[in-house]
């Protein structure tokens, strides 16, 4: 089973490891250059030198605000690059209008996401919160819909597994998000920033398992001359023989 494995699987795992690693290298960076506090301690900001440890706050300073940056742009154009593959896949499958609203949910949740990278809390305050409620609201919102989707299409018969997994994830993120609001609306940071930290830990997670379904499908580009004659053509094929094949 493993050779007839597409290659496409590990976009998903790969994608959600680099951005994950490249999340925590701008908080360690941050860390070391004192400007934000451990995870684990306590919230004490003394002389405006440490700063609760929100995911935002290690983008504020260099260097960890150009390796903050650089990671949330990579990660929101492959993130695109998932939804649309991932939109491909299941569109003889499912609904046409639920496939597209969930592409359009997450593409806008990735447009969210370089707002949060690109434009600094301390100094965007407003565009950049506003990033970040459009990303992770959107991005909560396409992890349900896809949890939905999964369990209807079944794909490969693997689809009930997957969606229960999948669902577990999506609740996980909703009660961590509203949990994160309620704690920062209390001011108990150190709390609210580790339940930040989880939902997007828990987000990465989600799109990962996409490979499940990856690794049945090929995608594949064609392309055409002005006259429309093909140069050169390669189909998307999946093992479901009942499903026509993609183009990209």
């Known amino acids: 089973m493993a050779l007839n494995c ?3 699987v590990l976009l998903p795992p790969v994608y959600s490891i680099c951005t994950a690693a490249g ?4 908080y360690f960076v941050a860390l070391k250059n004192d400007k934000i506090l451990p995870l684990t301690s306590e919230y ?7 700063y609760a440890p929100y995911i935002s706050n290690t983008g504020n300073f260099p260097p960890g605000s150009c390796i903050f940056s650089e990671v949330t742009n990579l990660a929101a ?7 649309v593959l991932r ?4 569109r003889h499958t499912t609904k046409a ?16 996401l370089t707002l949060v990278g690109n434009f600094q809390l301390m100094t965007q305050k407003t565009v950049h919160n506003f990033g970040s409620l459009m990303m992770f609201g959107l991005a909560i919102l396409y992890c349900w819909v896809q949890s939905y989707i999964t369990l209807k299409v079944n794909l490969m018969n693997e689809g009930k597994m997957a969606a229960i997994v999948r669902f577990l994830l999506s609740g996980s993120i909703t009660v961590c998000t509203v ?4 704690l920062l609306s209390q001011r108990l940071h150190m709390h609210a920033a580790r339940c930040q930290w989880a939902s997007a830990m828990l987000l990465l997670t989600f799109l990962g398992t996409f490979a499940v379904e990856f690794r049945h499908c090929h995608f594949d580009v064609m392309f055409t001359e002005k006259h429309g004659r093909p140069i050169s053509t390669s189909e ?3 093992e479901d023989a009942g499903h026509l094949p993609n183009q990209l």
């Open 77 to 83: 154009f492959l993130g695109s690059f998932v939804a």
């Open 87 to 90: 939109f491909l896949q299941l």
């Open 236 to 238: 998307s094929l999946a």
């Open 6 to 8: 597409s290659p496409w």
């Open 44 to 50: 004490r900001r003394r002389n405006g030198s440490f």
């Open 179 to 182: 949990i994160y609001f309620s």
């Open 97 to 112: 209008w639920l496939n597209v609203v969930s592409l359009v949910a997450f593409t806008a949740s990735c447009l969210g």
């Open 23 to 26: 999340l925590w290298i701008a």
